[in-house]
């Protein structure tokens, strides 16, 4: 297993869309869950949403309604798609795969979400 590799961030208006990708290694079967993480500058790190390998989905409640987390198994990537996006959703948004054996995270390197008022 190697770092995940995330793409899809950049500027966009409020209101609009983007939509992040994050390829994993390895053979879906191995993995457990895979989500995405968001930091802003001054703020905690927060778990926007994660989905489990029998496709349970957890979003944060800043993001419920706007955001959706799907996979891609024959692919193995996990994808966020962002809509009416706002002011405060910018950050640096991480992806993490989580395997079952051996049970490890891997994190993508983070990429740039800035939303323009």
């Known amino acids: 297993q190697v770092q995940p590799v995330e793409s899809g961030g950049g500027l966009v208006q409020a209101g609009g869309s983007l939509r992040l990708s994050c390829a994993a290694s390895?053979?879906?079967?191995?993995?457990?869950?895979m989500g995405w993480y968001r930091q802003a500058p001054g703020k905690q790190r927060e778990l926007v949403a994660h989905i489990t390998s029998s496709g349970t989905t957890t979003y944060a409640d800043s993001v419920k309604g706007r955001f959706t987390i799907s996979t891609d198994n024959a692919e193995n990537t996990v994808f966020l798609q962002m809509s009416s996006l706002k002011v405060e959703d910018t950050a640096v948004y991480s992806c993490?795969?989580?395997?079952?054996?051996?049970?490890?995270?891997?994190w993508g390197q983070g990429t740039q979400v800035t939303v323009s008022s």
């Open positions: 993490y795969v989580t395997y079952r054996l051996p049970s490890r995270s891997y």
């Open positions: 390895g053979s879906m079967l191995n993995i457990n869950a």
